[in-house]
Structure formats: structure tokens, C-alpha cells
């Protein structure tokens, strides 16, 4: 069983960066990529970023050239460093492991909150 504890969220102004982690604990042998997910308010969670063991990497239109996914394989940790964060940024961020032997893993969320 994997576990993904994350850390990183908080507030911040417009303009400025915050870097989110995401930390599995157990065998991640299984996992074919990790990807970060966010839902606002009265919406449906999105795919952000997502980064595949063969090393691609897919970015929503809205985040690219601000957001980057990246991974520590020593760690089993996955990263999003956010830059140039603007007030629609403001959302719960998930962290999601993709398992190709069974259901994703998905970590509790972090609130990240960009005012104006």
C-alpha cells in the first residue's frame, strides 16, 4: 500500500512561488507516472502537470511556463514548482500516482491561496 503525504501549500501574493510536495511512502514499483491535480471552488478537478517514468512531462495550457513537475527518485518524491502565481491559481492541489497493477493514489490535498 503506498501513501502520499504533501506539503508545501499555503498563501501567497500574485507574483509569487511556492513549490508543493508529494512524499510516497512503500513500493512505488508499480507506478508508471505522478501527476498534481486541482480543484477550485464549484469546479472539477483538473490535471496541472503530470510526469511519466519515461521522463515526459504534460502541462495545462494555463500553468505552462510557470509550473514545473519534477521528481526525486531517491526521495519517491514528486515536486511542483509554481511560479508567477495568479489569483485563479487558488485552489486544493492533489498529488496523483498512477498504478498500473491498481487504483491510483491520491494525496489529501494542500490549499494554495493567491491573493490579488
Known amino acids: 500500500q503506498v501513501q502520499l503525504v504533501e506539503s508545501g501549500g499555503g498563501l501567497v501574493q500574485a507574483g509569487g512561488s511556492l513549490r508543493l510536495s508529494c512524499a510516497a511512502s512503500?513500493?512505488?514499483?508499480?507506478?508508471?507516472?505522478m501527476a498534481w491535480y486541482r480543484q477550485a471552488p464549484g469546479t472539477q478537478r483538473e490535471l496541472v502537470a503530470i510526469?511519466?517514468?519515461?521522463?515526459?512531462?504534460n502541462y495545462a495550457d494555463s500553468v505552462k511556463g510557470r509550473f514545473t513537475i519534477s521528481r526525486d527518485n531517491a526521495r519517491n518524491t514528486v515536486y511542483l514548482q509554481m511560479n508567477s502565481l495568479k489569483p485563479e491559481d487558488t485552489a486544493v492541489y492533489y498529488c496523483?500516482?498512477?498504478?498500473?497493477?491498481?487504483?491510483?493514489?491520491w494525496g489529501q490535498g494542500l490549499q494554495v491561496t493567491v491573493s490579488s
Open positions: 496523483n500516482f498512477r498504478n498500473t497493477l491498481g487504483p491510483n493514489y
Open positions: 510526469g511519466t517514468s519515461g521522463g515526459t512531462t
Open positions: 512503500g513500493s512505488i514499483f508499480s507506478i508508471n507516472a
